[in-house]
């Protein structure tokens, strides 16, 4: 590991359409197509609406060998009838096991506008500038009873450092324009730095 987030070595995969040269640059990484075994983080974004290509799959097998740290990021979702949940479940097959700490919340016009957090049940509402955080009401806890049963046992199987030990490799949905999940992603990347 490195000593600042500037420095850690972060390599981002995907397929075009998912957007890959825009997560490298939000997050300070290269956009690569080979596996490199001496990444400090290894990004693979995913569109929900075209899938996962054969060679990013190939490249998520690549990493197998090493314990390097990977993220599951999911792009454009402001686009696409496919969602957060479609992305997940496509990752779970043809990846590994997913985790997921947050889940999409949308506004009237179906559109992602806040996430909600599967550890504290809190809401991060990005319409504010900045993000603000509140409570959940009863009916999302209702909504996501199930998803956080399944997100803390599964948490609390792995480890509280799985992700750094590159064991555990969490999902986040993410929309730079609106920032939605750009401050969950920063805030894995602070947990590998030293």
Same mark, same amino acid.
């Given at each position: 590991?490195?000593?600042?987030?500037?420095?850690?070595? $972060?390599? %981002?995969?995907?397929?075009?359409?998912?957007?890959?040269? +825009?997560?490298?640059?939000?997050?300070?990484?290269? !956009?690569?197509?080979?596996?490199?075994?001496?990444?400090?983080?290894?990004?693979? %974004?995913?569109?929900?609406?075209?899938?996962?290509?054969?060679?990013?799959?190939?490249?998520?097998?690549?990493?197998?060998?090493?314990?390097?740290?990977?993220? %599951?990021?999911?792009?454009?979702?402001?686009? +696409?009838?496919?969602?957060? @949940?479609?992305?997940?479940?496509?990752?779970?097959?043809?990846?590994?096991?997913?985790?997921?700490?947050?889940? %999409?919340?949308?506004?009237?016009?179906?559109?992602?506008?806040?996430? $909600?957090?599967?550890? @504290?049940?809190?809401? $991060?509402?990005?319409?504010?500038?900045?993000?603000?955080?509140?409570?959940?009401?009863?009916?999302?806890?209702?909504?996501?009873?199930?998803?956080?049963?399944? !997100?803390?046992? *599964?948490?609390?199987?792995?480890?509280?450092? +799985?992700?750094?030990?590159?064991?555990?490799?969490?999902?986040?949905?993410?929309?730079?324009?609106?920032?939605?999940?750009?401050? *969950?992603? *920063?805030?894995?990347? *602070?947990?590998?730095?030293?």
């Amino acid at each position: 590991m490195q000593s600042t987030d500037n420095e850690l070595r $972060i390599h %981002v995969y995907g397929h075009e359409s998912a957007d890959p040269l +825009s997560v490298a640059l939000a997050f300070s990484g290269t !956009y690569s197509q080979e596996v490199h075994s001496q990444s400090d983080l290894a990004i693979f %974004v995913v569109n929900p609406a075209t899938g996962i290509d054969q060679q990013t799959i190939d490249l998520w097998q690549g990493f197998d060998e090493f314990q390097v740290p990977r993220l %599951v990021v999911v792009t454009q979702l402001e686009k +696409s009838e496919a969602d957060f @949940d479609d992305a997940v479940m496509l990752a779970n097959r043809v990846f590994d096991q997913v985790i997921t700490p947050y889940l %999409v919340l949308h506004d009237d016009q179906g559109l992602p506008v806040a996430l $909600i957090s599967l550890a @504290d049940l809190r809401i $991060i509402d990005y319409s504010t500038n900045p993000p603000s955080e509140i409570a959940c009401e009863e009916e999302h806890r209702t909504l996501v009873k199930e998803f956080r049963e399944e !997100y803390v046992e *599964k948490f609390e199987s792995d480890g509280e450092n +799985s992700f750094a030990a590159g064991l555990q490799f969490p999902a986040i949905p993410l929309w730079i324009d609106k920032g939605i999940g750009v401050d *969950k992603v *920063k805030d894995l990347i *602070k947990q590998l730095v030293i």
